[in-house]
């Protein structure tokens, strides 16, 4: 009964001091949504590059060409453009390249005749060039096999792996969840232990005869219950604004709050060894970004190398969005079973907080 | 007076069960921090119901000695018993009987005096919580800020409220960590109160300060720490006494130097300094104040001589070697 009571003191403590500091609070789980937007900006980026198409032809030739130029694979969004307005566009950065079908193109086709396609392209990163590498003699090659022009002998045949296409966004925005656990949980947790040091308050708990373990799990439980409120909304966005909807919801809901629970226990370990808010929030910002990148949320880890692949496990964000990239898309992202995934998440929520608690709650005497 | 006033059916705290009557017994406590000691064999008694003053300058021990006394610090070498429990036992019940306000008031100033003090009888187990925090507000002059922010407090405000906070829990030992630190006359004086109304209800009180007339207003007996070991401890009177008589002799300034370099030789005078109106001179407690004066006119002009008790100020000097303290 003295445990509960003293659990209720330290959580209606935190809820006092969190609302007196609503704005750094919910700037903080405003980041839930910005990451999204982030990771969508990021899939964007690249995937709809602008990129002009003249057509001096006008012929049938080149309309099948343009055909088999849509069906090729690039990143690209044709635009039809003259040529005056498409070196005005290429000039003020509005444009990626100018793709020139020329005059004559149907008739020398036709005729038999190698004609050659202008491509002029800013090559401001190597992507854009390798891009254009791709999909122009893919192109070039649909459109032979489409008109039986002779010397074509090989053809694609594509057999997939998965039932069905996940768009990159939808992929990405998914494997957000996990960073907006790891960024406001760690965040808020961090808050709540150097609070104590930056108030000198820790003096006083440890005097205290009450466990301290139990008040910080008080403090703890609401910070945490605020990052799981921002995470809801972020989950919320993912499903009537993204349109993705998980196949498994409570895998989706166990995942997410033992990334809560990992993630404030951690936040609370940093803000604990910094004793200040205003070192351990940049710091938690800065090491979210490369265990983030890290944890397959781009793509599967295990594409990137062994190396990239073993450093990942360390991460509770690795097996977070194997779960969740599966809950939501029916994925499997990582080697390891779900189940495994599951049960590591799980394993390591109960560790953290155990040591957390325990640890936290002892006095530091000198 | 509220203190004194049983509540909740409990009864007040002063019966400590000590079997010497010790509220707190620090025996040969040394502390080492890296390289640096802060407290070299400091031996200190605390008699129940009496109010202990620790005074020195910044840095000599004293917040060291009170975090040994609370527990919160470990000596390398020695042995602390408080309210008849050794301190590295680190026990629950001892802890419940001590009431502490740190010299930082450790408050969280983010939220009003009342949830202060709500949160802190929950760590106490004050029961009927809220009724004790209007007391303790009452006492410490602040319910009608009860419901404020403690940020927008004034520092005498924080320490009120802080002090309220050691009191809510009834303890049988308060120890005050530089109780009037950084807070104005009035509010230092309204706090010297509270310590005066403690007194008097019979409370334990240890109590570190670096203002000596704070410690000679309150206290019973004083400790004097420099450097972190012990140079005196005694009642303010008696302390007094071990310094000898002041006596103040009004001379022609440039006759001062001669007088001082005549009187050091003195065997009665204990020590002779150069003041404003002319010298000021401590002699032995068993040297008639008339054989000086004497001594002084054979040497110069004295147009007046004032014969004094010296205040802690001057007994601190003359213990420690040191400037007065602010």
Redesign the interface.
Request: hydrophobic letters at 45%.
């Given at each position: 009964m003295?445990a509960v009571?003293?659990f209720?003191?330290?959580a209606?403590?935190e809820a006092?001091?969190l609302r007196?500091?609503f704005w750094f609070v919910a700037l903080t789980a405003l980041a839930a949504v910005s990451f999204l937007v982030m990771v969508s900006l990021f899939g964007l980026t690249g995937a709809y590059a602008p990129v002009a198409l003249i057509n001096l032809d006008g012929g049938p030739y080149s309309q099948s060409f343009i055909e088999a130029l849509n069906g090729a694979h690039h990143s690209f969004a044709l635009k039809y453009m003259s040529a005056e307005e498409a070196e005005t566009a290429l000039h003020s950065g509005r444009l990626v390249g100018i793709i020139t079908i020329p005059a004559g193109f149907s008739a020398d086709v036709a005729r038999g005749i190698t004609v050659p396609i202008d491509v002029r392209i800013d090559n401001v990163n190597v992507d854009m060039t390798n891009d254009v590498q791709r999909a122009l003699p893919a192109a070039i090659v649909a459109f032979g096999k489409r008109h039986n022009f002779p010397g074509v002998r090989v053809e694609m045949v594509e057999h997939d792996v998965l039932p069905h296409d996940t768009g990159y966004i939808p992929y990405l925005v998914v494997s957000a969840l996990a960073l907006d656990a790891m960024v406001i949980a760690g965040i808020l947790g961090a808050m709540t232990t150097a609070r104590e040091w930056e108030?000198?308050?820790v003096?006083?708990?440890?005097?205290?005869?009450?466990s301290s373990g139990v008040?910080l799990a008080g403090k703890l439980g609401v910070a945490a219950l605020v990052a799981a409120t921002a995470l809801g909304f972020a989950l919320l966005a993912i499903i009537f604004v993204y349109g993705v909807v998980p196949v498994a919801p409570w895998a989706t809901v166990f995942t997410l709050a033992a990334c809560v629970a990992i993630f404030t226990c951690i936040g609370a370990w940093v803000g604990a060894l910094l004793k200040r808010t205003l070192a351990a929030v940049p710091l938690l910002f800065g090491l979210a970004m490369p265990f983030y990148v890290d944890s397959g949320a781009l793509e599967p880890t295990r594409f990137d190398g062994e190396a990239i692949w073993i450093i990942a496990h360390l991460s509770p964000v690795y097996y977070a969005v194997g779960v969740l990239e599966w809950a939501f898309h029916g994925l499997h992202v990582t080697p390891e079973p779900i189940y495994v995934n599951l049960l590591v998440l799980a394993a390591i929520a109960i560790v953290t907080a155990a040591l957390t608690l325990g640890r936290l709650s002892k006095?530091e005497?000198? | 007076m509220l203190l004194n006033k049983p509540l909740n059916g409990r009864s007040l705290p002063n019966a400590v069960s000590s079997e010497c009557g010790l509220a707190v017994d620090v025996r040969h406590v040394t502390c080492n921090?890296g390289g640096v000691r802060a407290l070299d064999g400091v031996s200190l008694q605390v008699v129940q119901g009496t109010v202990m003053g620790i005074v020195g300058p910044n840095g000599a021990g004293k917040t060291t000695l009170i975090?040994v006394i609370?527990?919160?610090?470990?000596p390398s070498e020695g042995s602390v018993r408080v309210l008849g429990e050794d301190v590295g036992a680190?026990s629950?019940?001892l802890?419940?009987r001590?009431g502490?306000l740190?010299q930082?008031?450790?408050?969280?100033?983010?939220?009003?005096a009342r949830?202060n003090l709500?949160?802190?009888a929950?760590?106490?187990?004050v029961p009927h919580a809220d009724a004790r925090v209007d007391e303790v507000l009452e006492l410490v002059g602040l319910s009608a800020r009860a419901r404020d922010?403690v940020r927008g407090f004034s520092g005498g405000m924080q320490r009120r409220v802080a002090i309220a906070?050691a009191l809510l829990h009834d303890p049988s030992l308060l120890i005050l960590d530089e109780p009037t630190l950084g807070v104005d006359v009035e509010a230092r004086h309204q706090i010297w109160a509270h310590i005066r109304s403690l007194r008097a209800g019979g409370r334990t009180v240890v109590l570190t300060t670096n203002y000596l007339d704070e410690a000679e207003a309150l206290c019973d007996r004083v400790a004097i720490l420099r450097a972190g070991k012990l140079v005196a401890e005694d009642t303010p009177t008696d302390l007094a006494a071990r310094t000898g008589r002041c006596l103040e002799l009004e001379c022609p300034p440039p006759n001062t130097a001669n007088l001082r370099a005549a009187l050091d030789g003195h065997s009665g005078v204990l020590r002779a300094e150069a003041a404003d109106f002319g010298l000021r001179v401590y002699i032995a407690a068993d040297t008639a104040p008339e054989d000086i004066v004497r001594a002084a006119r054979k040497v110069c002009r004295v147009d007046s001589f004032r014969n004094r008790s010296p205040d802690l100020v001057e007994v601190f000097r003359s213990l420690t070697g040191e400037p007065a303290l602010p």
């Open positions: 003295r009571r003293l209720c003191a330290g209606e403590l006092a001091q007196s500091n108030n000198k308050t003096k006083m708990l440890r005097l205290s005869p009450a008040v006095g005497a000198r | 921090f975090d609370c527990g919160l610090v470990h680190n629950v019940a802890r419940a001590l502490v740190p930082e008031t450790a408050l969280y100033d983010e939220v009003t949830q709500r949160f802190a929950a760590l106490y187990g922010v906070r």
